[in-house]
């Protein structure tokens, strides 16, 4: 039997701490670069060194912690609407 | 000089031709139709014609200008896209629904009265809850039928705007409308309704995941894009719907991270993107519109590419949760690629089209020195990034291995997701085609060394706050859940009244007829002399020979009973008898 042609090259745990290291350059690049960049925001807090780079960081954080909470609020069994029988 | 047909009677008509063909003919005539309807596009001039005479109103078929033609543009290119995806389809009812749909949104598109602008609305509603309907589960059927009672209701909306506002002003033509009487607010609550602007949305994250695969690439495109088209023509500039938008931005975001299917996820990821250009239409400037425009271009292609690509996946592996999925990149590679660059649309990397059309939309608010909108704006950005831009591929292809190894999807819709996909880069990278069929001019340059760093900036740091809570076991784990939204507040009292029919009532109405059948001479066990039971189609008849009075209320009882059976569909009826009534009147000039 023929085995089916599959990509693995993300399996191996080397070449996944490969990715992030390349990532994590990226990262630095960016970084670098904001310092060299000719600014022209239309509010003061734009032209702050490293603004969008802290604000996105902060703003994917915070998001997740509330989306944490809010499971708590909103979170039900999956059959929650399933449990008596109806349309509604 | 109007020698073409609208393009909408195209699709209409065009529709009921195709259960006719067979084969390989039947896929070529459907690929031929949206080819028919460009052409048709591009041959028809500007103005206002089609104009039909209908007891003392014009009806406007054709009022054609920049704003409806960008918007007739894509609803026309994304009907050929996702026809193309859905020829493998053998469904015939899925078809002639999908081409109903696109018919009725192109319709939408070039209405010039309100009377025909409902005709159509309700054909968008009506087929694409046949979409919903094909899909042929006990689930699809539910949510189909709770889709339903909300566009019903958004629709009655409507019409009782337009009723009031024709009352009102004495004709049906109608351009720039904005808020004044309650008329206004009516319709404005309509065109919301479609637009899933909060608290009106919970429809579209119910229902859109439990379409047919196909079903939900029309439904992602026509229905909520076109309540911004007439949004833009009826109301730019409105105030309140800034902040509706930006909060349509930022909170489906939250509920993006906690659901478990992957199409539900882009639901709520529709929300916030449709959430930009209503925004966008509150700003009401000339660059705030174009972007809305632009956006909703851009995000048709990239949406419709996203509900491709997790169609292909639960096409292929019939499953769609997070929690099932993984590690699918393995022997599905060029769907993961098709829905990397459609996540990387959505999330506006540079070099892709959702960049080049919201960074109008951030642009305007910053221009009106909206601060806190701004604030959001972003936010969602870096939020958009975060669930559909990483989520949703993330936990698909790649994650934790499923060992689920399915085969790329049929040719066809590879091919349709290839399109959509080559577009998505195409208008990031060179988007002067787009720029240049806007209703406003555009001196607005998308690629500034700040404007592409900031993006990169945001939404990579928001990629390594994703890296990081995902390696320190943080982030909420896939759960299977149901979530609450606003629609629990109309669910839960709308099963106490169906408790309340089915339990009480009976109950009452039971005692009612034991008494009177005791009365009539029967039992329990045996029906008076002389009844006869009748069970003939939906009813049951009684007849009982009516010889006394006892028997005649008996008679009477019986049939009461066959109609509080059902009783909320007879409200419901007499509901629509009397706004129809209303319109009659109001047609026939009684009110006037």
């Known amino acids: 039997m023929k085995k089916r042609r599959e990509l693995t090259f993300l399996d191996p ?14 990262l630095l690049i960016l970084l670098i670069l904001d310092f060299f960049v000719h600014k022209h925001g239309h509010f003061s807090w734009e032209l702050a060194p490293e603004f969008f780079a802290v604000y996105g960081f902060i703003a994917c ?22 449990k008596k029988r109806g349309l509604l | 000089m109007i020698n073409v047909v609208p393009p909408a009677l195209i699709f209409i008509i065009g529709a009921f031709l195709i259960p006719l063909l067979k084969g390989r003919l039947k896929s070529l005539y459907m690929l031929l139709l949206p080819v028919l309807a460009l052409i048709d596009l591009l041959y ?46 053998k469904d015939d009812l899925q078809h002639v629904a999908a081409f109903c749909y696109a018919g009725g949104a192109l319709g939408v598109t070039f209405v010039g009265d309100l009377f025909s602008l409902y005709v159509f609305w309700e054909i968008l509603a009506i087929a694409s809850l046949l979409l919903i309907l094909a899909r042929r589960t006990d689930r699809a059927r539910k949510a189909g039928f709770r889709y339903f009672l909300w566009h019903f209701f958004g629709g009655l909306c409507l019409l009782a705007g337009i009723i009031l506002y024709v009352h009102n002003r004495g004709t049906p033509e109608f351009g720039y409308i904005g808020l004044s009487d309650l008329s206004t607010y009516l319709m404005l609550i309509g065109f919301c309704l479609n637009a899933v602007v909060f608290p009106l949305h919970p429809w579209l994250p119910d229902a859109y995941p439990e379409a047919t695969v196909t079903g939900a690439v029309f439904m992602s495109a026509l229905t909520t894009k076109s309540a911004v088209y007439i949004l833009a023509r009826t109301f ?83 499953k769609i949760r997070g ?71 993330y936990f698909t292809f790649f994650g934790e291995d499923s060992g689920i190894r399915a085969k790329e999807p049929p040719i066809n819709m590879r091919l349709a997701m290839g399109i959509a996909a080559f577009l998505c880069i195409f208008l990031g990278v060179y988007p002067y085609p787009l720029y240049k069929i806007l209703p406003y001019p555009v001196d607005f340059v998308p690629y500034t060394a700040f404007h592409v760093l900031g993006m990169l900036q945001l939404l990579m740091f928001g990629a390594l706050a994703f890296t990081l809570l995902i390696l320190s076991g943080y982030y909420p784990a896939e759960m299977r859940a149901a979530n609450l939204d606003t629609d629990w507040f109309l669910r839960m009292p709308g099963r106490g009244f169906v408790w309340l029919c089915q339990k009480p009532v009976v109950a009452f109405g039971n005692l009612i007829e034991r008494i009177s059948l005791r009365m009539a001479g029967g039992s329990s066990k045996s029906l008076p002399g002389g009844a006869v039971v009748c069970e003939d189609g939906v009813d049951k008849f009684y007849h009982v020979g009516l010889t006394s009075t006892p028997t ?41």
């Open chain 2, 552 to 592: 005649i209320i008996y008679n009477w009882v019986k049939h009461l009973r066959t109609e509080v059976g059902y009783l909320p569909w007879n409200l419901a009826y007499v509901f629509i008898c009397f706004i129809g009534f209303l319109f009659i009147m109001l047609l026939l000039g009684v009110i006037k």
């Open chain 2, 236 to 318: 730019p500039g409105t105030a309140i719907l800034i902040w509706a938008g930006a909060f349509m931005t930022c909170f489906p975001i939250f509920y993006a991270v906690i659901v478990n299917d992957m199409r539900r996820v882009l639901g709520y990821s529709l929300i916030n993107q449709v959430g930009f250009m209503v925004c966008g239409i509150g700003i009401g400037t000339q660059l705030s519109i174009n972007g809305t425009v632009s956006h909703a271009f851009c995000h048709i292609i990239y949406k419709a590419l996203l509900f491709m690509s997790t169609g292909a996946v639960l096409h292929m592996t019939g």
């Open chain 1, 13 to 26: 745990p080397e070449n996944r701490a490969k990715f992030r290291m390349y990532f994590y350059i990226a």
């Open chain 2, 44 to 89: 028809m001039p500007k103005g206002k014609y089609w104009i039909i005479k209908f007891l003392d109103y014009n009806l406007i078929f054709g009022r054609v200008d920049a704003l409806s033609m960008v918007f007739a543009y894509i609803f026309v290119l994304i009907t050929f896209i996702a026809v193309l995806y859905a020829l493998h389809v």
């Open chain 2, 323 to 393: 929690t099932d999925l993984g590690g699918l990149y393995k022997t599905m590679p060029f769907t993961a690629i098709c829905c990397i660059i459609g996540a990387a649309s959505i999330s506006g990397f540079p070099l892709t089209s959702g960049f080049v059309s919201k960074a109008m939309v951030l642009t305007a608010a910053a221009k009106g020195h909206l601060y806190l909108v701004w604030f959001m704006l972003y936010f969602a950005s870096a939020g958009v990034f975060h669930h559909a831009g990483i989520k949703v591929p």
């Open chain 1, 61 to 82: 954080t915070t998001l997740i912690f509330i989306a944490k909470a809010l499971r708590f609020f909103v979170g039900r069994k999956e059959d929650y609407y399933e």
